[in-house]
């Protein structure tokens, strides 16, 4: 369950952080634009981080059976 949720949160995060950086680049805001990236990327790449963890975790798994 707590994985979920922080799955979750990560992607609206992400999402966020996308539609952040749109509103502010369409506004000229460079330091919104800017915050809002970076917001973006690091959930990306913890969202990233997780996928590859589960990924080694399953084959792992087919191995040892």
């Known amino acids: 369950m707590g994985?979920?949720?922080g799955?979750?949160?990560l992607w609206f995060a992400?999402?966020?952080g996308?539609?952040?950086a749109g509103?502010?680049?369409?506004?000229l805001h460079v330091h919104g634009a800017v915050?809002?990236?970076i917001v973006a990327s690091v959930s990306?790449?913890?969202l990233l981080r997780l996928r590859a963890e589960a990924q080694s975790?399953?084959?792992r798994d087919a191995t040892a059976t």
């Open 18 to 20: 996308l539609v952040g």
């Open 44 to 46: 990306g790449l913890v």
């Open 14 to 16: 992400l999402l966020i």
């Open 35 to 37: 915050g809002s990236l």
């Open 7 to 9: 799955k979750a949160l």
């Open 57 to 59: 975790e399953t084959e």
């Open 3 to 5: 994985v979920f949720v």
């Open 23 to 27: 509103v502010a680049v369409y506004a």
